[in-house]
Protein backbone atom coordinates (compact mmCIF):
# COMPACT_ATOMS: atom_id res chain seq x y z
CA UNK A 1 0.00 0.00 0.00
CA UNK A 2 1.56 3.53 -0.84
CA UNK A 3 0.08 6.77 -0.72
CA UNK A 4 2.34 9.84 -2.01
CA UNK A 5 1.09 13.52 -1.40
CA UNK A 6 3.42 15.58 -3.40
CA UNK A 7 1.99 19.14 -3.59
CA UNK A 8 3.07 20.67 -0.33
CA UNK A 9 5.15 23.90 -0.49
CA UNK A 10 5.54 27.37 0.72
CA UNK A 11 2.33 29.83 -0.02
CA UNK A 12 1.72 33.50 1.35
CA UNK A 13 -1.55 34.27 3.42
CA UNK A 14 -4.66 34.26 1.34
CA UNK A 15 -2.77 32.23 -0.98
CA UNK A 16 -4.28 29.09 -2.68
CA UNK A 17 -2.64 25.29 -3.03
CA UNK A 18 -4.08 22.08 -4.28
CA UNK A 19 -2.65 18.77 -2.47
CA UNK A 20 -2.92 15.56 -4.11
CA UNK A 21 -2.92 11.73 -3.12
CA UNK A 22 -2.06 9.12 -5.09
CA UNK A 23 -3.05 5.33 -3.76
CA UNK A 24 -2.38 2.05 -4.99
CA UNK A 25 -1.92 -1.19 -3.33
CA UNK A 26 -5.46 -1.63 -2.42
CA UNK A 27 -9.11 -1.13 -3.63
CA UNK A 28 -9.30 2.63 -3.38
CA UNK A 29 -13.03 3.13 -4.54
CA UNK A 30 -13.93 0.77 -1.62
CA UNK A 31 -12.00 3.74 0.79
CA UNK A 32 -13.45 6.89 2.63
CA UNK A 33 -10.45 9.21 1.96
CA UNK A 34 -9.52 12.00 4.28
CA UNK A 35 -7.14 14.66 5.14
CA UNK A 36 -5.26 15.25 8.58
CA UNK A 37 -2.75 17.89 9.74
CA UNK A 38 -0.87 18.23 12.32
CA UNK A 39 1.12 21.89 13.34
CA UNK A 40 4.43 21.61 15.53
CA UNK A 41 3.28 20.88 19.33
CA UNK A 42 -0.43 19.67 18.41
CA UNK A 43 -1.92 17.25 18.08
CA UNK A 44 -3.27 15.65 14.54
CA UNK A 45 -6.42 17.07 13.11
CA UNK A 46 -8.94 15.52 10.81
CA UNK A 47 -9.34 18.34 8.17
CA UNK A 48 -11.48 16.99 5.65
CA UNK A 49 -13.32 13.82 4.46
CA UNK A 50 -15.19 12.43 1.23
CA UNK A 51 -17.19 9.20 1.14
CA UNK A 52 -16.34 6.24 -1.49
CA UNK A 53 -18.29 7.50 -3.89
CA UNK A 54 -17.57 11.27 -3.33
CA UNK A 55 -21.18 11.84 -2.88
CA UNK A 56 -20.47 13.64 0.88
CA UNK A 57 -18.18 15.13 2.45
CA UNK A 58 -17.42 16.57 5.86
CA UNK A 59 -14.89 19.08 6.96
CA UNK A 60 -13.42 20.92 10.39
CA UNK A 61 -15.44 24.13 11.34
CA UNK A 62 -11.47 25.68 11.48
CA UNK A 63 -11.48 24.68 7.17
CA UNK A 64 -14.77 25.09 6.26
CA UNK A 65 -15.63 27.38 3.28
CA UNK A 66 -11.89 27.65 2.37
CA UNK A 67 -10.66 24.12 1.67
CA UNK A 68 -12.87 21.42 -0.69
CA UNK A 69 -11.80 17.68 -0.57
CA UNK A 70 -12.70 15.29 -4.12
CA UNK A 71 -11.66 12.50 -5.43
CA UNK A 72 -11.57 10.50 -8.79
CA UNK A 73 -11.87 6.75 -8.11
CA UNK A 74 -10.71 6.28 -12.15
CA UNK A 75 -6.77 8.15 -11.06
CA UNK A 76 -7.01 6.37 -7.29
CA UNK A 77 -6.47 10.25 -6.31
CA UNK A 78 -7.97 12.52 -3.94
CA UNK A 79 -7.25 15.46 -3.61
CA UNK A 80 -7.66 19.08 -1.01
CA UNK A 81 -8.24 22.10 -2.54
CA UNK A 82 -6.71 24.90 0.09
CA UNK A 83 -8.34 28.53 -0.55
CA UNK A 84 -7.93 31.31 2.02
CA UNK A 85 -4.69 30.14 3.61
CA UNK A 86 -4.05 31.26 7.23
CA UNK A 87 -0.67 31.16 9.02
CA UNK A 88 -2.15 28.55 11.62
CA UNK A 89 -3.04 26.66 8.38
CA UNK A 90 0.97 25.93 8.58
CA UNK A 91 1.27 21.59 9.19
CA UNK A 92 2.26 18.82 7.88
CA UNK A 93 -0.97 17.56 5.59
CA UNK A 94 -1.46 13.79 5.60
CA UNK A 95 -4.08 11.46 3.60
CA UNK A 96 -5.48 8.85 4.95
CA UNK A 97 -7.75 5.89 3.53
CA UNK A 98 -10.22 4.51 5.98
CA UNK A 99 -12.18 1.56 5.89
CA UNK A 100 -12.06 -1.65 7.69
CA UNK A 101 -8.23 -0.65 7.96
CA UNK A 102 -6.72 2.38 7.81
CA UNK A 103 -4.04 3.40 5.47
CA UNK A 104 -1.58 6.71 5.71
CA UNK A 105 0.35 8.67 3.67
CA UNK A 106 4.33 9.96 4.50
CA UNK A 107 3.06 13.63 4.61
CA UNK A 108 3.56 16.98 3.12
CA UNK A 109 4.80 20.13 4.75
CA UNK A 110 2.09 23.39 3.96
CA UNK A 111 3.72 26.63 5.42
CA UNK A 112 1.41 29.64 5.03
CA UNK A 113 3.58 32.88 5.16
CA UNK A 114 2.18 36.45 7.03
Known amino acids: VVLVEPGGGLVQTGGSLRLSCAAS????????MSWSRQAPGKERELVAT????????NYAASVKGRFTISRDNAKNTVYLQMNSLKPEDTAVYFC????????WGQGTQVTVSS
Open 25 to 32: GFTFRSFA
Open 50 to 57: VTTAGAST
Open 96 to 103: NARSAVAY
